[in-house]
């Protein structure tokens, strides 16, 4: 039998950890053994309805019979460039410094290869985080170093630094002064900050900011990227709609790579995407559901002996009971309630579960139900 020459080559999956998901399958199947049936808080999937605006122009957009461009319509750059600057106050922005992606999971996964930054180089990432941050780093052949100051880092000076702020899976908010600090440090080495900032209009306990704020910036994108996601705020995971903003070089250099390899937004998707940058009033609709959401839970949380570390934003209980955390998603497994475990999340993730609050009022209802019992 002859064998294949991909048979005898080093395999790109071979590089990368095992995929977190796979491991929790015991947990999945003695959850849904609860005779009301699972309450899965593992993956922060949006479980509530398309807003009708968005629907009307992804349908409006959907007879356009060609090729898509890959830096997006003008209608979605203007959109995207008056979206940021009303809600998160990022100033000095124009169509140049935008750039629409397939999903962020895919702009992260890639964005450190498609910088030209590979072997030998260090990629930071936070000490407890969003796994394709690793992934990203790996594939482009660089080094992974998790960090959460820049005294952890002495005197390394990195490719590329990763922000997540408000973080997955810990809800942790950075505040003003720390975000200045990394951006300093980084410009000083010569690093591209790249700040996932996913979460950044679900914001709970603590006032959040993003990369390109003035008052974090100072009105200056050279070398910073924000990466955006409508996943979550506009429920729009299954429609793979976000975008990249910030320095105009980083931007262009981007485009150009991905013009080659063909990513481009669909149309129909890029319509849809400038209904939901031109519509506040179903992100606030949607906030508001979470925040409830989230007050049910972390009552319950609390009442069966949990700790609720950090939280202060996005869409997760970052929970302790002070023991394994594959101990801790045992026991709510025999309760019908799957979690995520952290150490998904890197090594100091160890002792928490991530408890997401995408899941209906009454499913939500049921956990803090089962949790009180």
Not at 283 to 288: F, H, K, V, Y
Request: negative net charge.
């Amino acid at each position: 039998m002859s064998t294949s020459r991909f048979a005898t080559r080093r395999r790109v999956s071979a590089l990368l950890p095992d995929f977190p998901w796979d491991t929790i399958g015991e947990a999945r199947a003695r959850a849904s053994a609860h005779p009301d049936g699972i309450v899965d808080l593992s993956v922060g999937t949006p479980v509530d309805p398309v807003a009708p605006v968005i629907r009307e122009a992804l349908a409006a957009s959907s007879e356009f019979p060609g090729y898509p461009t890959t830096v997006g319509t003008t209608e979605l750059r203007e959109a995207i460039v008056a979206a940021l600057g009303r809600r998160y106050h990022s100033t000095g922005l124009d169509e140049s410094g935008v750039l629409p992606v397939i999903g962020t999971k895919e702009a992260i996964a890639g964005i450190v290869s498609l910088l030209g930054i590979g072997a030998g180089e260090v990629v930071v990432i936070p000490e407890i985080a969003y796994p394709t941050y690793e992934v990203g780093a790996l594939l482009a052949g660089a080094t992974a170093v998790r960090a959460d100051s820049t005294v952890q880092l002495g005197p390394t000076s990195p490719a590329l630094v990763f922000l997540n702020s408000p973080s997955n899976p810990t809800g942790k908010v950075l505040g003003i002064d720390h975000l200045r600090k990394v951006v300093s440090w980084a410009r000083d080495r010569g690093a591209v900050v790249v700040s996932d900032e996913c979460y950044l209009g679900l914001a709970w306990e603590a006032d959040a900011y993003s990369i390109l704020d003035p008052r974090v910036s100072d009105g200056d994108h050279t070398g910073l990227i924000a990466v955006h996601s409508l996943s979550k705020v506009s429920n729009l995971a299954s429609y793979r709609a976000g975008f990249l903003a910030g320095d105009r070089e980083l931007i262009g250099e981007l485009l150009a790579v991905r013009k080659h390899a063909g990513l481009m937004v669909p149309f129909p998707i890029q319509g849809a995407m400038v209904a939901a940058l031109n519509d506040d009033a179903h992100i606030d609709l949607q906030r508001e559901r979470y925040r409830a959401r989230r007050a049910t839970l972390l009552d319950a949380v609390g009442k069966a002996g949990f700790r609720v570390d950090h939280s202060e934003a996005g869409l997760y209980l970052w929970a302790t009971r002070d023991e394994n955390c594959r101990v801790t998603l045992d026991w709510l497994a025999e309760r019908g309630i799957l979690a995520a475990p952290g150490d998904f999340y890197g090594p100091a993730g160890t002792a928490h579960v991530r408890m997401a609050l995408t899941a209906t009022d009454e499913r939500i209802g049921a956990a803090a139900a089962r949790l009180a019992g």
